[in-house]
């Protein structure tokens, strides 16, 4: 008979863990500390309506997401509407900037010319430079993006439309602080691939439904034992070698492997009197949901702005018609506002780009996400923790853990699975 393993964290990467280890034969008992499972990409209930804690966006790279929600049973076509990168970002100085696949030219030279369209030969000349300088950057040593866009000569308006969103799009982060090396991988793996990598995946369902709840499903079909509500105090550690957890009330729970797939600040805790591992900083992101009358669309399902407190807009209307969610990324000014300064200022600020929408919305709602993602400043890659410990039978997973993606729900995933195998390796051994 197998033993269980337990895993601490009910959030993309405790569950595609918990999967993995199903799918080779092993128990499982997955502990989460809240009353849902999905961690920082969960269902949440709004006017009656299933909405995401936070606007999500995922594309045609997340290999490894695609993959585990095809082994349990989720059709991505269904799950997702899958369209080419069409982007357009409204600035409050400069006129839009297209990043596109559209037209009949064959990928990439469809994106060259779309941003030749919008930015000039300029603009397509400045991007190729910094696209050919990948290699250079990545093999140096890690600078910041701000410093990136210098050596590679990139205009005032390149840095304000179409970097700066882009670097906080993705790495949650403001280029004077942001890892040229994270950006330059996110950029080859997406940009510099074949053309559906590129791909936007819109949802079909709010998060929760989209991959958490299918999970506990199957992970309860295949036997595996999901406990909410559960926090984990601490970890038992004998002798260099993990031997259960401390749950509340003074209970125990005996393992002899265990996953931590934890948020990166509770790793951290959890961690602490057996080993360190460093804290990362975490950084916010706050989404607004504005609900406009039911007929309201936005001209594209996701579009950008720039020089605004909004950053990114996504229309939400086929989970909910006339639902908008707005975007706004990293620590700053809006944070001060009160939710209604807030949903007043983003709506004023969408009118400017979108003078037909109405000027104010029939219901309003803020998600303040204080610790969203960690923060991926310069050198992050030599702060990440590995997945195997000095601890026998622990094993680290969640987005924080050693890869090349930023915060992400393909670095969790992968992170999950990674933590799975290796476990595995040990007990085939
Ligand atoms: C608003 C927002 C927008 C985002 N946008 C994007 C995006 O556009 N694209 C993208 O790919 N990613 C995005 N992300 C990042 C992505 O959601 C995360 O990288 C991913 O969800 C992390 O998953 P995880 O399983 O590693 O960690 P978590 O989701 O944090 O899961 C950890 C789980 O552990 C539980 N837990 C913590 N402590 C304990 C304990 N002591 N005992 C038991 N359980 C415990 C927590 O409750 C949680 O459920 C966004 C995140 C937020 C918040």
Same mark, same amino acid.
């Given at each position: 008979m197998t033993e269980t393993t337990l895993i601490i964290g009910g959030g993309w990467s405790g569950l595609a863990a918990a999967i993995t280890l199903i799918q080779q034969g092993h128990k499982v008992h997955l502990i989460e500390s809240a009353k849902q499972l999905g961690g920082r990409a969960r269902n949440v209930g709004w006017q009656g309506q299933t909405i995401d804690n936070g606007q999500h966006l995922m594309i045609g790279a997340y290999d490894h997401m695609l993959a585990i929600m095809r082994s349990i049973g989720i059709n991505p076509t269904e %799950?997702?509407?899958?369209?080419? #990168? =069409?982007?357009?970002?409204?600035? /409050?100085?400069?006129?839009? @900037?297209?990043? +596109?696949?559209?037209?009949?030219?064959?990928?990439?030279?469809?994106?060259?010319?779309?941003?030749?369209?919008?930015?000039?030969?300029?603009?397509?000349?400045?991007?190729?430079?910094?696209?050919?300088?990948?290699?250079?950057?990545?093999?140096?040593?890690?600078?910041?993006?701000?410093?990136?866009?210098?050596?590679?000569?990139?205009?005032?308006?390149?840095?304000?439309?179409?970097?700066?969103?882009?670097?906080? %799009?993705?790495?949650?982060?403001? #280029? =004077?602080?942001?890892?040229?090396? /994270?950006?330059?991988?996110? @950029?080859?793996? +997406?940009?510099?691939?074949?053309?559906?990598?590129?791909?936007?995946?819109?949802?079909?369902?709010?998060?929760?439904?989209l991959f958490p709840n299918v999970a506990a499903e199957y992970i309860k079909r295949h036997g595996g034992q999901i406990s909410l509500q559960t926090r984990v105090q601490g970890l038992i550690v004998q002798q260099g070698k993990v031997t259960g957890i401390n749950i509340q009330d003074g209970k125990i729970i005996t393992a002899d492997s265990i996953i931590i797939a934890t948020n990166p600040s509770q790793s951290a805790k959890l961690l602490k009197s057996h080993i360190t591992i460093d804290k990362p900083i975490e950084y916010p992101i706050c989404t607004v949901y504005l609900q406009y009358p039911i007929d309201i669309r936005l001209p594209a399902p996701m579009l950008g702005m720039s020089g605004t407190v909004s950053q990114w807009l996504f229309d939400r209307s086929e989970q909910s018609p006339g639902l908008i969610a707005v975007v706004i990324s990293a620590p700053g000014k809006h944070e001060k506002l009160s939710s209604n300064e807030l949903i007043q200022q983003v709506c004023?600020?969408?009118?400017?780009?979108?003078?037909?929408?109405?000027?104010?919305?029939?219901?309003?709602?803020?998600?303040?996400?204080?610790?969203?993602?960690?923060?991926?400043?310069?050198?992050?890659?030599?702060?990440?923790?590995?997945?195997?410990?000095?601890?026998?039978?622990?094993?680290?997973?969640?987005?924080?853990?050693?890869?090349s993606y930023p915060s992400t729900l393909e670095g969790a995933i992968r992170n999950g699975k990674n933590a799975a195998q290796q476990l595995l390796s040990t007990k085939n051994s």
């Open positions: %799950a997702f509407h899958r369209q080419s #990168i =069409d982007i357009t970002i409204y600035d /409050t100085d400069y006129p839009p @900037l297209n990043l +596109s696949a559209k037209g009949k030219l064959p990928w990439p030279l469809s994106l060259a010319w779309n941003l030749i369209r919008s930015a000039g030969f300029s603009g397509l000349l400045q991007v190729s430079r910094l696209q050919a300088n990948i290699p250079k950057v990545l093999s140096g040593n890690d600078i910041t993006v701000s410093d990136w866009l210098l050596k590679t000569r990139q205009s005032d308006r390149l840095i304000k439309q179409l970097w700066e969103p882009l670097c906080l %799009a993705t790495l949650n982060t403001p #280029i =004077d602080h942001a890892s040229a090396h /994270t950006l330059a991988k996110v @950029l080859q793996d +997406s940009l510099g691939q074949h053309k559906s990598a590129a791909d936007l995946l819109i949802p079909q369902q709010a998060l929760g439904d004023k600020e969408i009118r400017q780009v979108l003078p037909d929408l109405p000027a104010t919305v029939e219901k309003g709602f803020v998600i303040r996400e204080k610790r969203a993602t960690f923060a991926c400043t310069v050198n992050i890659e030599n702060q990440r923790p590995k997945c195997e410990t000095t601890i026998k039978g622990l094993w680290l997973a969640g987005d924080f853990v050693a890869n």
